[in-house]
């Protein structure tokens, strides 16, 4: 049995835009994270103060990078899937479409 995608695989036009755009969010996480790893080597026993509804700053800033990494990829999504769509209405230099999404 052949396993291969369902539709074709060709260049992917918002390849590039894509990459820039992940490099990006991936340094605004990190930074985020790095915040957090500093503040438990710096001043350890300040996680363990009560911040927010009985929990400890530890736990508030973890549940934040969860929420975090969730809402950056879901705007990783949108962005992407925008670019993809604006490239698809534009025609290509050769002039047929750019993209070859639907296509048998």
């Known amino acids: 049995m052949l396993h291969e ?4 695989v060709g260049k992917d036009p918002a390849g590039p835009y894509k ?14 994270y790095a915040g957090f790893v500093a503040i ?6 300040a996680m ?15 549940i934040a990078l969860i929420v975090g990494a969730l809402i950056e990829a879901l705007v990783y999504d949108a962005l992407c899937r925008r670019k993809e ?3 698809e209405d534009k025609p290509s230099p050769s002039g047929g ?8």
Do not use: Q
């Not at 479409?97 to 048998?104: E, F, I, N, S």
């Open 40 to 45: 438990n080597l710096t001043a350890p026993r």
């Open 48 to 62: 363990g103060m009560t911040v927010v509804a009985g929990l400890n700053l530890a736990t508030v800033f973890g």
């Open 5 to 8: 995608p369902s539709t074709p």
């Open 19 to 32: 990459t820039r755009l992940g490099v990006w969010m991936f340094a605004i996480y990190l930074l985020f």
């Open 97 to 104: 479409p750019t993209a070859t999404k639907g296509r048998a």
């Open 85 to 87: 769509a604006e490239l």
